[in-house]
Structures are given as C-alpha cells and as structure tokens.
C-alpha cells in the first residue's frame, strides 16, 4: 500500500512522494506534507516558468525565484506567476 500524506496544497489525503524530492530539512518538510500528484504538478508548472522566462537554474537569482514560486504553489497563493504562453485548457 502508498504511503498516504495530508497534502497541503489540496487539503486532503494523498499518495505520498515515494521519497525526499531533495537533502535536508525542506526536502524532508516536502516529503511529509506534498502529495505526489502535486508535486508532479508542480514540476510540470515549474519547466514551464525555467521555459517561458528562459531561466538559467544555475544562477542565484533563478533558484531564488522558483523557490517563491514553489511556496507560493504549494500555498495556493494567488500571486504565483504564470507563463505568459500558457493558454489555459
């Protein structure tokens, strides 16, 4: 049986990630609290931003930005940037 999390993006229990998505605390807080559906969601929302805005993720300020976007995400925050390319389905 899936391990089953209460996600905090949709407020309900969900498949867990099958583990930490990255090291430490946050990777851990990540594990605990994300669903796995929203954590592909996430990946899916965050390529598009690196695509659309042409973000290097080596740099500072990218990582910097994406981590916002990931809380804000996750959050369901309103302010969370969108493609400008996207056309909604």
């Given amino acids: 049986m899936s391990r089953q999390v209460f996600c905090?993006?949709?407020q309900k229990e969900l498949e867990g990630l099958?583990?930490?998505p990255f090291p430490g605390a946050k990777?851990?807080?990540f594990f605990e609290n994300v669903?796995?559906?929203a954590w592909q969601e996430w990946l899916k929302h965050q390529t598009t931003l690196i695509n659309?805005?042409?973000l290097n993720v080596f740099e500072a300020d990218a990582k910097k930005f994406?981590?916002?976007q990931r809380e804000?995400?996750?959050?369901n925050d309103d302010s969370l940037e969108k493609?400008?390319?996207?056309k909604p389905e």
Avoid: H, I, P, T
Wanted: proline share 0%.
């Fill in 8 to 10: 905090r993006k949709y």
């Fill in 18 to 20: 099958d583990f930490a």
């Fill in 27 to 29: 990777g851990l807080e």
């Fill in 35 to 37: 669903s796995k559906q």
């Fill in 52 to 54: 659309e805005k042409r």
């Fill in 66 to 68: 994406l981590e916002v």
């Fill in 72 to 75: 804000k995400f996750f959050n």
């Fill in 83 to 86: 493609a400008e390319g996207l």
